[in-house]
């Protein structure tokens, strides 16, 4: 480890969003300011854009640090029903969730929790991070909590913070009345140069407590060059170099450290894509041998050419020449009675019951709402169901058997030949 070599008391670039390390850029200065308006204002939503990496959930941190007599629901998971996600807003306001309530009296309560908050002057933020990966279900089920308003004041603020996409999700025609109603857009941007800079020095004095110059001015121009400003990228290297720096006990990083650093998370970078292109290809490959010897082992591929044929299932079946009346007849009563079997079986596969997913639904490892989220299975997709346990359902995805809840709101249970 570099800190004892360097001095520093902490790590300077970790990538844990630490409001004690957070750098306010004139963007993030801009965002803040317009972000807190808008919750002081009682806007109603409120959206803030960002790339990967940008100090969003950093910034998330720092701005319920600034808010003043306002409570605050902080969610971090958005893969959440949006029952989940009701209940999960309410525990983080410290609000006790009765056992077995349903979604309205749910609501109820939080109507009431907010109501009291605006009798007694006090403000109400619900913050979503991650928001472009909400179900529309759940992004309605937040519409729905805005609705809970006076004719003249908004009773909660819901800010939902994102990556571009959630933007291209959000002007979607069945979001328009969601979009609609977002009075406040904030776009986050990466550092510019001088704020890459002024960010890397800013860090190195945090975590030293006093001011040092570690990285030579061609270092970070190397750094800005290499990352365009993304913060997350610039710890990363930042990080590696100052590694690099303090094993060939350099008290100094300068470009050339810097490059090497680059190249190595470079390196890391890709070797993580070769390998996935890799387990890709060998899928295929694998996927394709499987399919060609089940191809070949099902044909029937007649050994001599045939003047007569018995039907099976409207194909022809080939009989050769040399085979006798009696022989004709016994193949004859096997195809039948193997018809009569397969029509059997048919039967038993229509009279299966499935299930059809109306949203994407959590798949748990266990018939819980506490337990492990195994998957979101995605809306429209069919199982055959293993078993039904009061509230939940058992079904197969993959080589994993597991759960999901068995709302009339959620699923759709049909036989599986219906359509």
């Not at 079986?345 to 709402?369: A, Q």
Request: overall charge positive.
């Amino acid at each position: 480890m570099y800190n004892e070599y360097f001095g520093f008391t902490s790590k300077p670039f970790t990538n844990t969003p630490d409001p004690d390390l957070f750098y306010c850029s004139e963007s993030h200065e801009k965002a803040l300011e317009a972000i807190t308006y808008g919750i002081q204002q009682r806007s109603g939503f409120i959206s803030l854009i960002a790339d990967v990496g940008s100090g969003k959930t950093t910034l998330c941190r720092v701005l319920i640090n600034k808010l003043t007599n306002t409570n605050t629901s902080l969610i971090l998971n958005p893969f959440l029903t949006p029952y989940e996600l009701l209940c999960s807003i309410l525990e983080d306001f410290g609000i006790d969730v009765p056992k077995n309530a349903n979604k309205s009296a749910i609501y109820k309560i939080l109507s009431k929790f907010l109501i009291n908050n605006y009798k007694k002057n006090q403000n109400v933020v619900i913050i979503i991070d991650e928001a472009q990966n909400l179900s529309f279900d759940s992004l309605e089920m937040l519409r729905q909590i805005s609705n809970i308003e006076l004719e003249n004041d908004k009773l909660v603020q819901i800010l939902l913070v994102g990556q571009p996409e959630l933007e291209t999700r959000l002007r979607q025609k069945n979001l328009r009345q969601l979009n609609q109603r977002i009075a406040v857009k904030v776009t986050l941007e990466h550092l510019n140069k001088s704020e890459t800079e002024n960010y890397i020095n800013f860090r190195i004095t945090e975590s030293l407590k006093y001011k040092k110059y570690i990285f030579t001015r061609s270092a970070i121009n190397a750094i800005y060059k290499y990352t365009r400003g993304n913060p997350r990228e610039i710890n990363h290297i930042a990080d590696k170099a100052l590694l690099l720096a303090a094993a060939d006990k350099k008290k100094h990083v300068n470009k050339k450290i810097v490059k090497t650093a680059y190249k190595d998370y470079k390196f890391v970078g890709s070797q993580r894509v070769r390998f996935k292109k890799s387990f890709l290809y060998v899928s295929i490959l694998f996927a394709l041998l499987i399919a060609a010897a089940f191809i070949y082992k099902n044909s029937n591929l007649p050994a001599f050419s045939s003047e007569k044929s018995v039907k099976r299932n409207n194909k022809q079946v080939e009989i050769p020449k040399s085979t006798n009346s009696s022989q004709q007849r016994i193949i004859t009563e096997k195809s039948v009675k193997k018809n009569e079997v397969g029509s059997k079986t048919t039967e038993i596969e229509k009279s299966k019951r499935c299930v059809r997913l109306k949203v994407n639904l959590n798949f748990r490892n266990k018939p819980s709402l506490n337990s492990e989220i195994i998957k979101v299975l995605s809306e429209g997709s069919i199982y055959v169901i293993n078993d039904i346990e009061d509230k939940w359902i058992s079904i197969s995805e993959g080589n994993r058997n597991g759960w999901l809840v068995n709302k009339k709101s959620f699923i759709e249970i049909k036989k599986c030949g219906d359509s």
